[in-house]
């Protein structure tokens, strides 16, 4: 299993704390954009079905989720929820293995006020007076 040696990976492997649930509305993904992957399309319908929020990050999906009614949330709230319970102690290195990954936020538009939130930006040297 790719990326067995994680924390968390036994978990995921036994199950714990995952529940498998099966789609019941099924003629209902007929009802979303076509652009989605029908994996968004099915977690959508899911989380519609058992009253559940949403996590999910690319735009189209957050769009079509929000409009059938479902809460989303998003990888960098459960970065933050993570850090202000102290489960984690910093964002950044998480956000960085997913940014080496091939995961795309914008640098300046979602990256940096971020971090910024969180207190993780590195502090800008200030300007030498001459």
Same mark, same amino acid.
Request: overall charge neutral.
């Given at each position: 299993?790719?990326? @067995?040696?994680? *924390?968390?990976? %036994?978990?995921?492997? /036994?199950?714990?704390? &995952? ?22 399309? !099915? %977690? ?10 949403? +996590?999910?990050?690319?735009?189209? %999906?957050?769009?079509?989720?929000? $409009? /059938?009614?479902?809460?989303? &949330? @998003? ?16 964002? /950044? *290195? &998480?956000?960085?293995?997913? #940014?080496?990954?091939?995961?795309? +936020?914008? *640098?300046?538009?979602? &990256? /940096?006020?971020? #971090? $910024? !939130?969180?207190? !993780?930006?590195?502090?800008? *040297?200030?300007?030498?007076? !001459?």
């Amino acid at each position: 299993m790719k990326g @067995g040696d994680r *924390p968390g990976a %036994a978990d995921v492997q /036994r199950g714990e704390g &995952i529940r498998r649930q099966t789609l019941r509305n099924w003629p209902a993904l007929t009802h979303l954009p076509r652009s989605l992957a029908q994996g968004e399309c !099915e %977690a959508i319908l899911l989380a519609e079905e058992e009253g559940a929020p949403l +996590l999910v990050d690319e735009r189209k %999906a957050r769009d079509a989720a929000v $409009q /059938r009614g479902i809460k989303v &949330i @998003g990888s960098l709230w459960v970065l933050k929820e993570a850090k202000q319970r102290g489960m984690i102690l910093a964002v /950044r *290195p &998480i956000l960085g293995e997913l #940014l080496a990954i091939g995961y795309w +936020l914008h *640098p300046e538009c979602v &990256i /940096r006020p971020f #971090l $910024q !939130e969180m207190g !993780e930006l590195p502090p800008i *040297p200030e300007l030498s007076q !001459e």
